[in-house]
């Protein structure tokens, strides 16, 4: 069969390819389709073609799976979340072992590595501790909408369109999201309606209402309300304010986030307090953390303190180690760590990260952990003591290789290594490799259905 673009075909999906594209080989020639399941028949519409490869658009679906499964969510199919809803979460897991594996092995290029089981999330549904809510002033309908003429396109508030800047889904309930979150997520919906104030336009960049972030501590049962906005109208998101303060107990925290900026993303240029405090307050194993509306937190909380268990148990300190976390966020590894280390020091670039991070110390009563703002490069030969242990918990682009350079040259005993992308993961411990083996990776899901899959690896150094 020869594919060539525009042109459709009847394809049977075999595999699942990391990114969580489904995966095709018509005479052995990889087409990659969203929206798939192995063993779906499908009808596709090339997209794109390329020498070795291409990507099709699904148009429908002519025999589904046998291990198709219907999504709780009937957003699944449409949002950018949870394009996984519909495959059993047993087998989420393998996949997501097994595109660890064959990152390691085919990006990485090392064999033999023992990757373990995955490290299931539990929950599955309603996990998320934050989310954050577009606003459109045109909605995107969804087909039944579409079929039905006396609904009409008006304001909306969720989540994109994948893909998409400017197409927003109506979203009336989110199944990643502690439920409460959706009754906050509709009394919004029906006051912005009501308030004569219109929506962000995403194109014209004219409008009112622009994001609301929720983030819920799961320990406390506190939730954050952020409503983000162009301009500022205090009278107007007061009343908003109230009538949720009044409505719900649990909302501790009611913020006003204002910004004029073009971006796509709620960042603020002032922050105005409408209710209750600045923040709430989550706790990982023993440790309590103060989370305003714009800090860096994990996303699921129950996961996360398996992620650094795992991470404690390969640093396996005893008490007398000098720990250096390279990138340590707002401390939460590092607190973590710093019962069974002699020290602990951070290095992070971002200034906000770091105040966040001596706050989180001092709210936990912890002297032995130290953090240093900066760029790894300028930090790091700065830094008296040597270290027994290493963590490095990068962004998803991974370590840049100068930054590998300077691990190397101060060849710590143990590094345990933190990932949120297999793939420079993989290309990361390649680069590593020539001084450290590989002892062991375990993945951890953080965010069950999706592709996404946390990894924790641990590195010994070469005699």
Known sequence: MSIKKRKTYELEIIDLAFGGKGLAKPDGFPVFIDKCVPGDLVFVKITKKKKSWAEGKLIKILKPSELRRSGRCRYCNFCGGCKWQELPYDLQLEYKKRHVTESIEHIGRLKGVPVMDVIPSDPIFEYRNKMEFSCSSQRWLMPEELEDETIKKGFGIGLHVPGTFDKVIDIKQCEIMPALGNEIL?????????????AYHLRSHEGFW??????????????MVNIVTRDKNLDV???????????????HSIVNNITDSKSGVALEKEEILIHGQDHITEKLGEFSFKISANSFFQTNTRTCQKLYAKVAEYADLKGHETVLDLYSGTGTIPLWLSG???????????????IDAKKNAQLNKIENCEFFEGDIKDVLPKLTQTPDVVIIDPPRVGMHKDVVSQVLSIHPEKIVYVSCNPATLARDLEMLSTRYGVEEITPVDMFPHTYHIESVALLKRKL
């Open 186 to 198: 509709d009394d919004v919906r029906g006051f912005i309606k009501e308030s004569g104030l219109p």
């Open 210 to 223: 622009r994001f609301l972030m929720l983030r819920h501590s799961v320990a406390l049962d506190q939730w």
């Open 237 to 251: 998101v007061s009343k908003l304010g109230k009538q949720l303060a009044e409505k719900y107990p649990n909302i």
């Open 340 to 354: 069974t280390a002699k020290t602990v020091q951070g290095i992070e670039i971002v200034s906000s990260a770091v």
